[in-house]
C-alpha cells in the first residue's frame, strides 16, 4: 500500500486528470463539415482549388516562408502552401472537430513534417513570425486583425479571399473560379523627417507622409524645397523622383529599416550612394 502522503498526491493528480479530460471534449473521428455551417463569427464556406492556388502564386510564397492561415477550415491552404510551394504551413482553426478534420487531411496529404494544425482563436494565437498570411474571413473581422497585421514585419504578404481592409488599398487583386483575391504588402513606418548624406558629404531633409502604403512629400536640398514624385512603398522598399536644377529628373530607390535609409541617388549621368536616418 502506498504511504499516506503519496496516496493523497495520487488521488489529487487522478482528480486533475479527470477535470482536463472533462474540460477538452474529444473530438469527432467521423465529423465531416458541411458547407455554410455557422463557426465563431463566421459561417464555413471553402475557398476554391484555383482560387487558393491564385492567393498564394500572388504572396509569392517560397520555401523559405512561413504560412499562417488564420480561419484554417479544412486546412486546405495550408495543405497547398506545402504541397505545392513547399513551404513551411500552420493553420489556425477554432472549431475543434473541424481543426481535427484539418489534421486528418494533412496526414491524408503526407505532409505532416510540413504544416501543422492549431486549435486557438485567431485573436488571442501569436502569428507574428508569418512571413505570409492567409484569410476568408467577414470584412469585420480583417478590419479587427487590420492593426495587429500592420506591426508586423514590413513586407509580410497578406491575401485574402472575397474581402478588403476598408481604407488600406489592396496592392493588388486577381480572380479565379468567380472569386476574387487580395494583396497587401505589410508597409514600413515611414512618415516624418529624415536627414539624408549623399556626394561627399551634402546633406538633405526629406520629408514624408504616409497612409498605408501610400506616400508623399518633399525633399529640401541646397536651400530648395522640391515636392517628390511618383512616391510608392512596397514593403521596405521605397521609390520616388524629384525635379532639380534645369528640370532634370533624379531618381532614389532604397530600403527603409527601421529607422535607416539606404539606397541610391541616380540621374541619367550618374548615381550614388544615400545613407538616412530618422530625425
Not at 480561419?71 to 497547398?80: E, H, L, R
Not at 522640391?226 to 522598399?237: K, V
Amino acid at each position: 500500500m502506498l504511504p499516506f502522503s503519496r496516496r493523497v498526491a495520487f488521488a489529487l493528480l487522478s482528480s486533475l486528470m479527470i477535470v482536463g479530460c472533462a474540460s477538452t471534449p474529444p473530438t469527432d473521428p467521423n465529423y465531416q463539415p458541411a458547407r455554410g455551417q455557422s463557426g465563431k463569427d463566421v459561417i464555413w464556406i471553402p475557398t476554391p482549388p484555383e482560387l487558393v492556388e491564385k492567393m498564394l502564386t500572388m504572396a509569392k510564397v517560397t520555401p523559405q516562408d512561413r504560412v499562417y492561415d488564420l480561419g484554417a477550415g479544412d486546412g486546405i491552404i495550408a495543405i497547398a502552401a506545402a504541397q505545392k510551394f513547399k513551404a513551411n504551413a500552420v493553420g489556425i482553426e477554432y472549431n475543434p472537430d473541424m481543426a481535427a478534420f484539418a489534421r486528418r487531411k494533412v496526414a491524408e496529404a503526407g505532409v505532416q513534417d510540413k504544416v501543422r494544425i492549431i486549435t486557438g482563436d485567431i485573436f488571442k494565437e501569436d502569428f507574428s513570425s508569418a512571413n505570409v498570411i492567409t484569410m476568408y474571413l467577414l470584412p469585420e473581422l480583417n478590419l479587427r486583425l487590420r492593426p495587429t497585421i500592420l506591426q508586423m514585419k514590413p513586407g509580410t504578404r497578406v491575401v485574402a479571399h472575397a474581402f478588403d481592409m476598408g481604407d488600406w488599398q489592396a496592392d493588388e487583386t486577381a480572380t479565379a473560379a468567380g472569386a476574387t483575391a487580395y494583396l497587401w504588402i505589410v508597409p514600413a513606418p515611414v512618415e516624418g523627417g529624415w536627414s539624408v548624406s549623399f556626394d561627399a558629404g551634402k546633406t538633405a531633409r526629406l520629408n514624408l507622409q504616409q497612409t498605408f502604403q501610400n506616400v508623399g512629400g518633399s525633399i529640401t536640398l541646397d536651400g530648395r524645397t522640391l515636392p517628390l514624385l511618383g512616391a510608392r512603398l512596397r514593403g521596405e522598399d521605397l521609390s520616388f523622383q524629384f525635379r532639380g536644377e534645369g528640370q532634370s529628373v533624379t531618381s532614389f530607390t532604397g530600403k527603409v529599416n527601421g529607422n535607416r535609409l539606404s539606397g541610391t541617388l541616380s540621374t541619367d549621368r550618374s548615381a550614388q550612394a544615400v545613407d538616412g536616418r530618422r530625425l
